[in-house]
């Protein structure tokens, strides 16, 4: 057997395969010529010859089928012993080769570090494989190096053996017969296959510093009369000649690997010949015991036909045949043999150890006696050998074989010869084959088939891959036919290689990864032949990289993966995943996959280390994933392999990897825990550490969530509405500057620290001793917690066995609570609360949480809380940056005040609308004064606080006297309530309580939580602690009472009178409901008693489930006093400017002059000066605004203060207030009817008139200017333009109000006069604030019809209501046709709040009652008329007017207004009710 070695590191790919199957050599030696090379330290001649067989440099020439001439550079021989033609014992080579790839991984260190693409770089794609994966290439050299001879090709076959003599032999001649003559020949020659004919080559070594050379030449020129011309002298020194003062082992570089190689296959074959039972092959041996190789020959030539091994065949000719008891030799089981008792000793491991891994330490002088021309002549004289014997050899017999059987049995005549069975004399080459159980045909080495094969393998060793690939192609369908699968798997194999080994392109991938795929599935799944298997896979892969068809190459080596062989499928896996590495693209993922695979394999086969490195590699790929499941596996496995391998460290830290949340199930996650408190617990007792008292670094269990964290103050509520109360905290804790965002505390006042922690394991985990880690420091400004902080405050804990008082951990800066046990079920968050008692000023910052797991192990975790994200530069935008947080420090100031509040009388229930008194008690509890008591509530409608009542028995509902009364106040019309009311506004001593008065109205139905915040500051300057709050809350609930429900109607009296009509129904089941009063607040409209029915009993009173209707007139005020800046033109100006741009609306809406108007049912009336009503009636206002305004404008950005933009009040709301009693409860209430608005219904947003003398200078400039603007702004802000000018909230109406006034009855006698006219009065009236209109006015007699027309000069695209259409006179059709006399159309403009009265004359031809109310008023949004400008003349003697501008004037004074051309909106106006005139 031969050793391969490499010629250099990087030997290409071709090399590799032209060494692995190069001619082999045996050689055989006499005693006296093994003696001469031991002198040099060299076992053997074939210890000898064998380096320079492997490094024959220069070129030979060999002749091609065709007899063309080509040249080889650096042939290779392979030199082996005769006895060692087969493999040594397989188990011992799987030994051999998992040392070798054990022994690699030791020292290793990944110089790459492969996490993504960025690290795939040059440098990794460039580096040698024997510097990324060392223990492939010891391995894959190893693998070659023990392969022996098989049946089904010739490569391990010998093509010539080297007879050896020494020179100092007595007859030379006889021993060269003697040794050709073997009493005894090998065993392998014994087998079917084995052809035993070979070319003998005779090599006569000389002694030079023995013998004479003259007599060996004699002697050779004896050896070639007598054998031929074979024959060659090879002259060595068994003593230095030169007496060199140069290292005895200056020559042991050539021999240092090879001869520890030749020894350790000295031992595997010693090994097999231990194990190997030869009963069988005793008989066969001592038959032909004095028969030579020549008669092994002629013996087996009649054994043509191919042999089949098998147990289904009963023929004494298979069973007997010794052929039989090697089968299987080539087998591998994949698995390292751990029995013991096939072990060699410890002193033979040691000695195979070195022999493979240092062969330097065994190393001897080797060499020592030879020169430079010894060298050289060995060298030469194989090269001798190669060119003039064996080349010519295989020559010959290349044409002779292809002459006499390879082109007999091509084309279509040879395959139908083959199938009669023609072409031999012997018979048995017509019998059909069988099949054996492994697929196991034997073809004896002169069956046809057996001669092919060998003949296309000789052709592949002298490099004629061309001329070997069509022997091959030929040949394998032979062995198809005979299902000779391992055959057939050489032969694919061997197709495969030629065309990788040729130099010309493949035609097709497809079609070479087909081939090799053929060739493995046959080795494998039929012939059951891992070996062969694995050595196509591997020529086959490094063809494959050497052609840089990396894409292939990872299906290649992963067909083997259901072999057997654990350390050669994770060696195959790892080159596979690493191919993925060398794509265009490179796929991590699949490299990480394939690395874990490949570490799995490893681990199987005991190899620990490299399953290690396995999954730490595919780890750096996967660990910023996020796949919980693929983390878990590595981490579990990594964890593993560190405790077999010993590392106690990386055990810890893969384990506690496991403990987090997954997917993994409740059972595997428990015995993680279990695995790593047994882990843990070992490793503490080996470095002697207690482990509750010394942490463990980032233990995952608790997850401790920092973002819960919070201090708080014993008063400040820990559950729920966090949000509600951070925004009634917001402006107090801003406006205390001092603490930062700290949490201020005094000295001796207990403070809460809450904190949520989570189990993520599906196990219930106990913990014990929980405790806040904490840190305090002297300065009250900067804060410096040093880094060992943390772990000196819980030794300091530790330490501390019997604390001063149970449930406590006394420090000396502060005490804090300490929680004994919890117990954490699967996935619960739980908050933990802790009590903290600074004892010292300074500051306590909340670092961390201090707990023993399960009793076992204590671990500390920090608490981690972000500050606010900042984002104002650039640098911040890009990234996310936090400030600091300082929301866990606490700010321990001296002795300060301590607020403490109760409300008394609180009712639980009270009734919608009722007003209820309570007392608020406030209590210094501190040890200092306190001042500026203020209070901020989350429902400010309800409350009023520091309102003193009314005397009187009624409180806030004494009356005064008369039963109608009215009242002008002044309010303040803007948009803000101020929800921080100051209750107290001097010092409130220490232990000092008080009385503060509050009323409670029920605003609204349901269940309510009242947050209350008061804040307060010390009588004591400059303290470090600001502002302090105080959070209470205080819960009731409102029931439903009275459901009222209010609606309007023009009223037919005038233009600016409305019927109001109210709805009241008792929702309580038992009580009665007595009206008391109705009051009514606007800045225009007051409300009137439309009858005195009205004060009736029944109205006045509301009995359980009963409804009731009431009546009222709302009609303009004589005494309104609006503002000049009225509030529909404030609103409309702010919008202008948001929506122009020009600046940020500042103004607020002036003060608005309100009339109040009380009906009192009774002999007096409740006055609306309280301030308690006055705080409920702004209060309930403000809401309803703000409610509304966010509904109808929420468009507007919220970072635009509304207060600047619209107003509480409107020129024409009106809001009522219905107050009640109940007398039999004691109760009493009132409600609110807010949202009346009697005047024009129009958009808010208005333009303003450009001749407004309010809005600055105008005039043509001005108005250019505002649409230069506005067209600005359609471009800029189109959505919020388009948002506010079709804000579906509001729907235009027309401006026009229109009423007819008459007598009711005329007398007429028509008698005397045929025709009876009456003059009829038309008020027309534009009730907006600033449009301008154009109308017409059509009067219509009773035969025209009702139907609207388009007015004129307008584009009306929409049509009116259906119910405009409609004649309004057909329920009362006249008896008597009515005319109308004079014009009956007439047009005008009318500015805003202007009127105009047209009289027409409405005649009648007969007694009855008319309806006159019939007419068709058209109205256009106009353009404002400009004002003319007046041209001043000045002259020398007067300013008086030309005659012509007199006479100008006069005769536009004379006619009518033109109306002007219609740009806005236009309306269609009809009658709706009947105006009846009686004529008798």
Not at 330 to 356: A, C, V
Not at 662 to 669: E, G, I, L, T, Y
Not at 692 to 707: I, K, N, Q, Y
Not at 848 to 874: F, M, P, S, W
């Amino acid at each position: 057997m031969a050793s391969f070695q490499p010629r250099t590191k990087d030997s290409s790919a071709r090399e590799l395969v032209s060494r692995v199957m190069s001619p082999r050599i045996a050689v055989i030696a006499s005693q006296g010529a093994n003696e001469l090379c031991q002198a040099n330290h060299l076992s053997s001649v074939v210890d000898l010859l064998k380096p320079f067989g492997e490094r024959m440099e220069g070129r030979v020439t060999v002749h091609g089928s065709m007899g063309l001439p080509s040249a080889i550079d650096n042939f290779t021989l392979r030199l082996t012993e005769m006895d060692q033609l087969e493999e040594p014992d397989p188990k011992t080579t799987q030994r051999w080769l998992a040392e070798v790839v054990r022994a690699a991984a030791h020292g290793y260190d990944d110089p790459f570090k492969i996490r993504g693409k960025k690290q795939v770089t040059n440098d990794y794609l460039n580096a040698p494989a024997a510097h990324i994966f060392p223990w492939y290439s010891s391995y894959r050299d190893l693998f070659f190096s023990t392969n022996g001879v098989s049946d089904h090709e010739t490569f391990e076959h010998p093509v010539a053996c080297i007879i050896a003599i020494s020179s100092l032999s007595v007859d030379p001649i006889n021993e060269i017969h003697q040794l050709n003559n073997m009493s005894t020949p090998p065993i392998v020659f014994e087998k079917a296959f084995m052809d035993p004919a070979l070319l003998k080559y005779y090599v006569l070594i000389h002694d030079c510093s023995k013998g004479n050379i003259d007599t060996a030449m004699e002697t050779l020129d004896k050896m070639r009369r007598t054998f031929g011309l074979h024959c060659s002298i090879l002259k060595i020194n068994s003593v230095d000649p030169n007496n060199s003062t140069l290292p005895k082992d200056r020559n042991a570089k050539y021999w240092t690997k090879s001869v520890a190689f030749s020894k350790l296959l000295a031992m595997g074959h010693a090994a097999k010949d231990g194990t190997t039972q030869r009963s069988s092959l005793s008989s066969i041996s001592s038959t032909n015991a004095s028969g030579s190789l020549v008669d092994l020959a002629s013996q087996r030539s009649s054994m043509s036909s191919p042999v089949y091994s098998g147990t289904g065949n009963s023929s004494p000719t298979f069973a007997q045949n010794p052929v039989f008891a090697q089968l299987g030799n080539d087998e591998e089981d994949g698995t390292f043999d751990h029995d013991p008792l096939l072990l060699p000793p410890t002193e033979s491991q040691d000695l195979t150890m070195d022999l493979l891994l240092h062969p330097e330490k065994v190393a001897e002088a080797y060499g020592c006696c030879l020169s430079d021309e010894d060298i050289s002549g060995i060298a030469q004289m194989l090269k001798e050998m190669l060119a003039q014997s064996i080349i010519p050899y295989m020559e010959r017999n290349i044409a002779h074989w292809n002459e006499q059987v390879a082109a007999s049995r091509k084309g279509i005549a040879g395959r139908f010869r083959r199938f009669l069975g023609a072409g031999s004399k012997n018979p048995s080459l017509q019998q059909s084959p069988a099949a054996g159980p492994n697929g196991g045909v034997i073809y004896p080495h002169a069956a046809p088939e057996a001669q092919m094969r060998k003949l296309a393998d000789w052709a592949f060793m002298l490099r004629d891959y061309k001329f070997a690939l069509s022997v091959y192609e030929t040949v394998k369908k032979d062995f198809s036919a005979d299902k000779a699968w391992k055959y057939y798997g050489g032969t694919q194999e061997m197709i495969g290689l030629c065309l990788l080994m040729s130099p010309q392109p493949l035609g097709s991938k497809n079609d070479v990864d087909h081939y090799f795929e053929s060739a493995v599935s046959s080795y494998i799944y039929k012939a059951r032949s891992s070996f062969f298997g694995s050595r196509a896979t591997i020529l086959c892969y490094e063809l494959f990289k050497q052609r840089n068809m990396y894409r292939e190459s990872p299906t290649t080596l992963t067909r083997m993966t259901a072999d057997a062989s654990d350390l050669r499928n994770g060696l195959f896996l790892e080159q596979a995943a690493h191919c993925y590495l060398k794509f265009p693209s490179p796929q991590v993922r699949k490299y990480a996959f394939h690395m874990i695979m490949a570490g799995h394999r490893f681990n199987k086969a005991d190899q620990k280390e490299h399953a290690y490195r396995c999954y730490t590699a595919a780890s750096l790929v996967y660990e910023s994933k996020g796949w919980a499941l693929v983390d878990d596996h590595i981490s579990c496995s990594l964890g593993r392999q560190s405790y077999q391998l010993g590392k106690s460290e990386e055990v810890l830290d893969h384990y506690k990897k496991l403990l987090r949340e997954s997917r993994q199930s409740p059972q595997q996650q428990g015995v993680y825990m279990k695995e790593f408190l047994s882990v843990y617990r070992d490793y503490t007792n080996k470095i002697e550490a207690d482990p509750l008292r010394e942490t463990f670094p980032d233990f995952p269990l608790p997850v401790v969530l920092g973002s819960t964290a919070r201090i708080l103050s014993t008063s400040q509520s820990t559950h729920e509405n966090n949000e509600a109360w951070a925004e009634l905290e917001g402006d107090m804790r801003n406006s205390s500057t001092s603490n930062g965002g700290r949490t201020v505390s005094a000295v001796g006042e207990h403070v809460l620290a809450t904190v949520n922690i989570k189990n993520p394991l599906q196990i219930p985990v106990i913990l014990t001793d929980v405790i806040l880690g904490c840190e305090h420091s002297t300065s009250t400004t900067t804060f410096t917690v040093p880094v060992d902080a943390a772990e000196e405050a819980h030794l300091a804990l530790y330490d501390q066995q019997s604390p001063s008082f149970e449930g406590k951990v006394s420090f000396t800066a502060f005490d804090c609570d300490r929680i004994d046990r919890v117990i954490m079920e699967p996935g619960q968050v739980r908050t933990l609360t802790f009590q903290i008692l600074p004892k010292q000023e300074g500051q306590i910052r909340v670092m961390g949480l201090h707990c023993n797991v399960e009793g076992q192990v204590h671990a500390y975790k920090d608490i981690v809380k972000k500050g606010k994200r900042l984002n104002k530069t650039k640098e911040q935008m890009m990234s996310q940056v936090y400030e600091e947080d300082k929301s866990l420090i606490i700010l321990v100031a001296p002795e300060m005040p301590l607020l403490d509040v109760e409300f008394h009388s609180s009712p639980e229930m009270l009734l919608s609308g009722e007003v209820c008194e309570l007392s608020l008690e406030i209590k210094n509890r501190g040890k200092k004064g306190l001042k500026n008591l203020t209070v901020r509530m989350s429902h400010p409608t309800f409350f009023c606080i520091g309102e003193k009542r009314d005397e009187g028995d009624l409180g806030v509902y004494n009356k005064g006297k008369g039963e109608t009364a009215f009242e002008t106040i002044q309010v303040d019309n803007s948009l803000q309530l101020n929800s921080t009311q100051i209750i107290l506004d001097r010092v409130l001593a220490p232990g000092e309580s008080i009385g503060i008065p509050s009323w409670l109205r029920g605003e609204k139905i349901g269940k309510h939580s009242f947050l209350f915040v008061f804040s307060y500051e010390s009588e004591q300057e400059g303290t470090a602690m600001g502002v302090r709050t105080l959070r209470h809350t205080l819960t009731s609930q409102v029931l439903p009472s009275l459901k009222i429900n209010a609606f309007t109607r023009p009223s037919t009296k005038g233009l600016n009178e409305f019927i109001l009509g109210i709805e009241t129904e008792n929702l309580q089941t038992v009580p009665n409901f007595e009206f008391l009063q109705i009051s009514s607040m606007s800045a225009s409209w007051i409300i009137e008693a439309v009858n005195k029915s009205d004060e009736a009993e029944e109205y006045r009173s509301i009995a359980p489930r009963h409804t009731v209707f009431t009546y009222y007139r709302v009609r303009k005020s004589d005494r309104v006093s609006l503002p000049a800046v009225t509030p529909e033109r404030f609103m409309a100006k702010a919008l202008e400017k948001l929506v122009i741009g020009q600046e940020r609306p500042k103004d607020v809406p002036p003060p608005l002059d309100l009339q109040l108007c009380h009906l009192s049912t009774g002999e007096s009336h409740i006055s609306s000066s309280s301030p308690v009503l006055k705080h409920f009636s702004r209060a309930s206002r403000l809401g309803w605004r703000q409610t509304s305004l966010a509904t109808q404008f929420s468009s507007i950005p919220s970072s635009v203060d509304r207060r600047h933009l619209f107003s509480v009040y409107g020129s024409n709301d009106i809001d009522l207030a219905l107050f009640w009693n109940i007398p039999k409860m004691n109760r009493r209430g009132h409600h609110y009817i807010i949202g009346i608005n009697l005047g024009v219904q129009q958009n808010p947003f208005q333009p303003i008139d450009p001749n407004d003398e309010l809005d600055g200078e105008g005039g043509e400039e001005t108005e250019t200017a505002r649409r230069a603007l506005y067209e600005q702004t359609m471009r800029d802000q189109a959505a919020l333009v388009q948002a506010l000018t079709m804000n579906p909230h509001f729907r235009d109406e027309s401006p026009v109000k229109i009423s007819m006034r008459s007598e009711d009855a005329v007398q007429h006698d028509f008698a005397q006069k045929r025709l009876c006219s009456t003059p009829v009065k038309v008020v027309i009236k534009n009730c907006s604030w600033n449009k301008h209109i154009a109308y017409t006015l059509e009067m219509l007699s009773s035969n025209d019809p009702m139907v609207p027309q388009k007015p004129p000069g307008t584009a009306l695209d929409h049509a009116p209501p259906q119910a405009a259409i409609m004649d309004s006179t057909n329920p009362h059709p006249n008896a008597h046709p009515f005319f109308w006399s004079g014009s009956t159309f007439s047009t005008g403009y009318l500015a805003p709040m202007a009127e105009v009265e047209v009289v027409v004359m409405a005649c009648f031809t007969g007694y009855g009652v008319y309806d006159i109310n019939r007419w068709r008023l058209a109205v256009q949004v106009a353009k404002a008329q400009r004002k003319k400008k007046e041209i001043r003349r000045t002259t020398s003697s007067s300013a008086a007017k030309t005659l012509e501008e007199e006479q100008e004037e006069e005769r536009q004074s004379t006619m009518p207004p033109a109306p002007p051309q219609g740009v806005g909106k236009g309306f269609m106006q009809m009658p709706n009710l009947a105006h009846y005139i009686q004529v008798s």
